[in-house]
């Protein structure tokens, strides 16, 4: 069964904070996404990733394949980095994606 | 840039009345689905569509629930009968491929059964 597991579910931090949400998923994914929820409910793709790292402004992903892991960063956070952080897996032959449960992610000033 | 719609945004209605969800993918895509999460849970996908038909569709896609491509832009979803327990969030996404390429969401509706 295709699974995807991420921690923290909940994660505070004050702004500047390096921050680390991570994600394991079972064998044989092809991609792994990156996606940010708004407290309104929207979902925005950041990422997706099969192999090693990607960059875009604060933000850095990160796959190892060996280890069925991924990471997301957030340099320097800051306040309007807060919102649900959702980790999903897409599997070869599988036309859907598996979403984690979610890290709701809030920055204080 | 290209963005995946929804409309309306919120919606309430009677158990057991049917409901329509729309969306508009991008228009270049080919690959279409609906997705739902219930208040505090998980994303769950509900089907997938493809060259007018579907190709995969999850255990929660029962009977009850119908999606269709009726004009080449716009992609419905319909519950045909409302249940209390249907009350979530409704996402539509596309994608030029599979879902080992990128899938663009649309911004939801919210839907609600009393």
């Known amino acids: 069964k295709n699974e995807v597991e991420q921690s923290p579910q909940n994660l505070t931090a004050q702004e500047g904070e390096f921050i680390t949400i991570n994600c394991s998923y079972s064998?044989?994914?092809?991609?792994l996404h990156w996606l940010q929820q708004h407290p309104g409910g929207g979902i925005v793709s950041l990422f997706m990733?099969?192999?090693g790292k990607k960059k875009h402004g604060r933000l850095i992903a990160t796959i190892n394949i060996q280890e069925k892991h991924s990471s997301l960063h957030i340099t320097a956070s800051h306040p309007r980095d807060s919102a649900v952080y959702i980790c999903a897996g897409g599997w070869r032959g599988a036309q859907k994606l598996v979403f984690g449960q979610g890290t709701r992610l809030t920055i204080n000033p | 840039e290209p963005e995946v719609t929804q409309t309306p945004s919120h919606q309430v209605t009677q158990m057991g009345q049917e409901v329509i969800l729309r969306c508009v993918p991008i228009?270049?895509?080919?690959?279409f689905y609906w997705y739902r999460q219930i208040l505090g849970q998980k994303v769950e996908f509900l089907v997938s569509?493809?060259?007018?038909?579907?190709?995969?569709k999850s255990e929660i896609f029962d009977d009850q629930f119908s999606v269709e491509r009726p004009d080449g832009s716009n992609f419905t979803l319909k519950i045909r009968s409302t249940k209390l327990e249907d009350s979530a969030m409704y996402f539509c996404?596309?994608?030029?491929?599979?879902?080992?390429?990128?899938?663009?969401f649309g911004p939801g509706t919210r839907l609600t059964v009393l």
């Open positions: 990733l099969s192999s």
């Open positions: 996404a596309s994608s030029e491929a599979l879902a080992i390429n990128e899938q663009f």
């Open positions: 569509f493809y060259n007018n038909e579907i190709s995969e």
């Open positions: 064998v044989g994914i092809s991609a």
């Open positions: 228009s270049n895509h080919l690959y």
